[in-house]
């Protein structure tokens, strides 16, 4: 018993030992990834109809996104993208392959290839992931990954305020 027993006990030593260690065991740092930085998201949603106070998240109508540097991060230089950023959601759309996700969404801009999606948060509010990219100097392009988001509605009112933050990332290569 002492033979199995003195193993068993080293084994769960070792595996405790890389409990609570804030140093990963492998490096998940994309070597394609040149620099980041962070971005504040501000603005206004502002309604085709007046919003429903009990009817959870109503992301019809025009979603205007304001965008701020929040931290350089990583990134020598300036950070480019656009300080306002405009959306249209035509309608309420359900994917059933993911109830959450709703909105048919417009992009009010020219160039970016875009990701666009709004899904119904908890509590109400809105959460969006607005992803643009951009080519930049050589082979290089830019990401901006946006995550703007909505309170839920508290009046009958047609205009929400819009929060959230992002990220700027450089890439070597398409992401």
């Known amino acids: 018993m002492k033979r199995i027993l003195g ?6 030593f070792f595996l405790a030992c890389g409990v609570g260690d804030e140093t ?11 620099c980041q930085a962070t971005l504040a998201m501000s603005g206004t949603f502002t309604a085709s109809v007046a919003l429903n106070p009990a009817g959870g998240c109503q992301p019809i109508g025009s979603w205007n ?5 929040a931290d350089q991060g990583n990134c020598s230089g300036t950070v480019p993208f656009n300080t306002n950023y405009q959306y249209t959601v035509s309608r309420a759309t359900v994917d059933p ?13 020219t160039g970016d290839e875009t990701t666009l999606q709004i899904s119904a948060g908890g509590g109400g509010q809105c959460d969006a992931k607005f992803t643009h990219i951009t080519a930049n100097s050589g082979a290089m392009f830019n990401e901006l990954a946006m995550r ?25 290569e398409h992401p």
Not at 24 to 34: A, H, Y
Not at 65 to 69: C, D, K, R, T, Y
């Open 65 to 69: 996104v304001n965008v701020a540097l």
């Open 97 to 109: 392959n993911d109830p959450d996700k709703v909105g048919d969404i417009t992009y009010n801009g």
């Open 7 to 12: 193993p068993v006990l080293a084994g769960v």
């Open 148 to 172: 703007p988001w909505t309170d839920e509605p508290l009046a009958g009112g047609t205009t929400l305020p819009i929060m959230g933050e992002g990220t700027y990332t450089l890439w070597k």
């Open 24 to 34: 990963p065991m492998g490096d998940d740092e994309d070597e394609r990834v040149l």
